[in-house]
């Protein structure tokens, strides 16, 4: 990051249904300690720095593993844009830019969300 912090992420765990409020996840220190030697192994430069800040979060996914953005059938003027995973701050301007043209217009231009929505052909 410009300011010089850096974000190291953890590891997936298999899928669960949420149960914690936003703030309860629980902070693994095992995981923690397994992120702390893996850093320490592949970066010569952050290595050896402490972490200064250790959270906990949930990545939203779908069954399918492909995210679900689109209007929701049945539902006039109620759209969805989740699933993305830990792939969601790269996707983010995209799915934003999409769901505002839907929201506008009535319709996404920039992208082509037949895949994605939730009464795709293409969900398993």
């Given at each position: 990051?410009?300011?010089?912090?850096?974000?190291?992420?953890?590891?997936?765990?298999?899928?669960?249904?949420?149960?914690?409020?936003?703030?309860?996840?629980?902070?693994?220190?095992?995981?923690?300690?397994?992120?702390?030697?893996?850093?320490?192994?592949?970066?010569?430069?952050?290595?050896?720095?402490?972490?200064?800040?250790?959270?906990?979060?949930?990545?939203?996914?779908?069954?399918?593993?492909?995210?679900?953005?689109?209007?929701?059938?049945?539902?006039?003027?109620?759209f969805?844009?989740?699933?993305?995973?830990?792939?969601?701050?790269?996707?983010?301007p995209?799915?934003?830019?999409?769901?505002?043209?839907?929201?506008?217009?009535?319709?996404?231009?920039?992208?082509?969300?037949?895949?994605?929505?939730?009464?795709?052909?293409?969900?398993?």
């Amino acid at each position: 990051r410009p300011d010089g912090d850096a974000y190291i992420t953890g590891f997936p765990d298999p899928s669960t249904i949420v149960t914690e409020s936003p703030g309860q996840e629980e902070v693994r220190p095992e995981v923690v300690s397994r992120l702390i030697d893996a850093t320490k192994k592949t970066s010569s430069e952050l290595g050896d720095v402490p972490p200064h800040t250790q959270q906990a979060c949930y990545l939203p996914t779908t069954t399918d593993g492909i995210p679900m953005i689109g209007a929701l059938p049945g539902v006039k003027g109620a759209f969805v844009a989740s699933g993305h995973g830990c792939w969601g701050i790269l996707n983010s301007p995209a799915t934003g830019e999409a769901v505002a043209e839907m929201l506008v217009d009535g319709k996404a231009k920039s992208l082509d969300l037949r895949m994605l929505g939730v009464d795709s052909p293409y969900r398993r």
